[in-house]
T-cell receptor
Framework: AQTVTQSQPEMSVQEAETVTLSCTYD???????LFWYKQPPSRQMILVIR??????QNATENRFSVNFQKAAKSFSLKISDSQLGDAAMYFC??????????????FGTGTRLKVLA | EAGVAQSPRYKIIEKRQSVAFWCNPI?????LYWYQQILGQGPKLLIQ????????DSQLPKDRFSAERLKGVDSTLKIQPAKLEDSAVYLC????????????FGPGTRLTVL
């Protein structure tokens, strides 16, 4: 069974600085997707960035980028130029196939990011 | 495009009472997920529907939880009777079956069991 581990319960970053959130996962599949979701205090989960496992190039979305190391099964999120609005819980998620042809998502325990003014 | 709708947003009940949550997914999304998110933890899948059929309910406590998705559109999750440990946020998400590669989440329902 697939597992997702986020070893940092909480991280802090100064406004305008860069922070990296860690995520590791375990799987025997070769084709899968990885995601980072943001959950602000309002609770609505928002997709931050996705990575397809067969793509070697790391995904980027404006100030957000990932460092995807497939062999090491590592998927870290880098936030550049941190803003106060980045403060939230961040969840790493793995998407696996089900036998019915649909997808199942497995989430890590989350990292709480605090942004200091 | 309207997002995933959930109601109510908050619910407080006594233990052993019953409660129901409602979710309306994004129009056209075939797959619907119900997650339980206990404070400080990541979402845990309770049940997954593909249209009106159950794909995965392996982590649903079936002695007290039930869910249905009549006509393959909106869905209801019920707890009967509730226990203290059921206090959590219940998230609904939906995704297109084949085309999409992400889930879209609703705002969640915060349940407090006293």
């Amino acid at each position: 069974a697939q597992t997702v581990t986020q070893s940092q319960p909480e991280m802090s970053v100064q406004e305008a600085e860069t922070v990296t959130l860690s995520c590791t996962y375990d799987t025997s599949e070769s084709d899968y997707y990885l995601f980072w979701y943001k959950q602000p205090p309002s609770r609505q989960m928002i997709l931050v960035i996705r990575q397809e496992a067969y793509k070697q190039q790391n995904a980027t979305e404006n100030r957000f980028s990932v460092n995807f190391q497939k062999a090491a099964k590592s998927f870290s999120l880098k936030i550049s130029d941190s803003q106060l609005g980045d403060a939230a819980m961040y969840f790493c998620a793995y998407r696996s196939h089900t036998t019915s042809g649909t997808y199942k998502y497995i989430f890590g325990t989350g990292t709480r990011l605090k942004v200091l003014a | 495009e309207a997002g995933v709708a959930q109601s109510p947003r908050y619910k407080i009940i006594e233990k052993r009472q019953s409660v129901a949550f409602w979710c309306n997914p994004i129009s056209g999304h075939a797959t619907l997920y119900w997650y339980q998110q206990i404070l400080g933890q990541g979402p845990k899948l309770l049940i997954q529907f593909q249209n009106n059929g159950v794909v995965d309910d392996s982590q649903l406590p079936k002695d007290r939880f039930s869910a249905e998705r009549l006509k393959g559109v909106d869905s209801t999750l019920k707890i009967q009777p509730a226990k203290l440990e059921d206090s959590a946020v219940y998230l609904c998400a939906s995704s297109p079956r084949l085309i999409g590669n992400e889930q879209f989440f609703g705002p969640g329902t915060r349940l407090t069991v006293l």
